[in-house]
């Protein structure tokens, strides 16, 4: 009867350290998990994820190397493109934005091929904020990011020169 109960329990014993291991090994398991988890929902990796081609050229260009604080970059020379009146896509009724246009150029010499294709410009730009409602077109966050469009879009029509930055001296929604 000793015996049998020293049977007993060395086989409970043996239970215990197997229900001991396999709980280390999940705890385990459940800690990388966890961990792999974090990593992907806190933008693991620093990968393009669902960035649009814009945002990634965005990205590109503000991993660029900085000025030191306190200097001023001069301004390159600037092209008056003209007034843009473009009626926003608005199921209610009739609005309309008003813009004058500055371009800022990379060089100089890009301003005679601005000048060449300003029709073309003015079209992409038009056909551009036309597709906006008036929500899209107002705000600083909005307007910044129409900034950007903007550039982006005037400069599918340049072939030598390129537009580095478009500035509205005038933004009015009617």
Do not use: C
Not at 1 to 14: I, Q
Not at 68 to 97: A, H, I, K
């Amino acid at each position: 009867m000793v015996e049998e109960e020293e049977e007993v329990e060395e086989e409970g014993g043996e239970a215990g350290g197997g229900n001991k291991l396999l709980l280390i090994i999940s705890l385990v398991n459940i800690l990388g998990l966890l961990a792999i988890g974090g990593y992907v929902a806190l933008g693991g990796g620093g990968g393009s994820g669902n960035m649009t081609p814009e945002e990634m050229a965005d990205r590109a260009a503000s991993n660029s190397p900085k000025r030191p604080s306190g200097v001023q970059e001069e301004p390159g020379p600037m092209y008056e493109l003209g007034t843009l009146v473009v009626n926003l896509r608005e199921p209610g009724g009739d609005r309309y934005l008003k813009a004058k246009i500055q371009l800022e150029l990379d060089a100089a010499d890009t301003q005679t091929e601005v000048e060449q294709r300003a029709s073309q410009i003015r079209f992409q730009l038009n056909a551009l904020l036309s597709g906006h409602r008036v929500a899209d077109v107002q705000g600083p966050e909005n307007m910044e990011a129409l900034r950007k469009k903007m550039r982006r879009r005037a400069n599918t029509v340049m072939t030598k020169g390129k537009i580095i930055a478009v500035w509205p001296d005038e933004w009015i929604v009617q």
